[in-house]
């Protein structure tokens, strides 16, 4: 058990360029999560998967950013048009089941110019 | 919609000393699951512990330990023999229950917990 891990670990754009990011979760956790941490505020949820379906988003993913699981294991997260906004932690999580503790990735810290 | 609140930014205690950390919720569910997260300067979120709203006993966690009032809707953290390593930034979370599509996680703004030598 190698623990969720995140690439990259740190990026830097310019505003307007899209940036991906990738997420593995631990092996066998069907249930994948992503949320964004600003400076001194606590993670916010944005999207959840559950194998390969993307069963719930929140109203902070806007149109310009979207995910995917293409296989149920490890996800992407794009965003597009990168405004000085998104910059921010971005943190996956994952969990086996229903009700299980959600493990969390180092994050990917994002920094846009 | 389900708040979480962690009304002090920042706390300190002496090395060896005991400390409590706040937490109040807001909820309309009667199950649903509570947690304290630690996440240290520049490393990752870990669990500290976890507790179900229909258990009655506070969850412990070898010096970590839980005072969940369920009618106050408090959710306290209380660490005992604080240790330099200790010092780290705390969230408590709050977990809606199962089966209600309730998968992700309301945390609170944290509370910065330094431990004094």
């Known amino acids: 058990d190698t623990g969720v891990s995140q690439n990259p670990r740190h990026k830097i754009t310019k505003r307007g360029q899209n940036v991906t990011f990738r997420c593995d979760p631990i092996?066998?956790?069907?249930?994948l999560y992503w949320y964004r941490q600003t400076l001194g505020q606590g993670p916010e949820f944005l999207t959840y998967?559950?194998?390969?379906?993307?069963?719930?988003k929140s109203r902070l993913l806007s149109d310009r950013f979207s995910a995917e699981r293409p296989k149920g294991s490890f996800s992407t997260l794009e965003i597009q048009r990168t405004e000085q906004g998104d910059s921010a932690m971005y943190l996956c999580?994952?969990?086996?089941?229903?009700?299980?503790?959600?493990?969390f990735g180092p994050g990917t810290r994002l920094l846009v110019l | 919609a389900q708040t979480v609140t962690q009304s002090q930014p920042e706390m300190s205690v002496q090395e060896a000393e005991t400390v409590t950390l706040s937490c109040t919720y807001d909820?309309?569910?009667?199950?649903?699951?509570l947690f304290w997260y630690k996440q240290p300067p520049s490393r990752q979120m870990i669990l500290v512990i976890r507790?179900?709203?229909?258990?009655?006993q506070n969850a412990t966690e070898n010096r970590f330990s839980v005072n969940f009032q369920k009618a106050a809707k408090s959710f306290s953290l209380k660490i005992s023999d604080s240790q330099l390593g200790d010092a780290a930034m705390y969230f408590c979370?709050?977990?809606?229950?199962?089966?209600?599509?309730?998968?992700?996680?309301?945390f609170g703004t944290g509370t910065k917990l330094q431990v004094i030598p």
């Open positions: 999580a994952s969990s086996l089941k229903p009700g299980e503790t959600q493990y």
């Open positions: 092996s066998e956790h069907n249930r």
């Open positions: 998967f559950q194998n390969e379906a993307q069963l719930e």
């Open positions: 909820t309309s569910e009667s199950d649903y699951y």
């Open positions: 507790q179900e709203a229909y258990k009655q």
């Open positions: 979370a709050y977990r809606g229950p199962l089966g209600g599509g309730y998968q992700k996680v309301t």
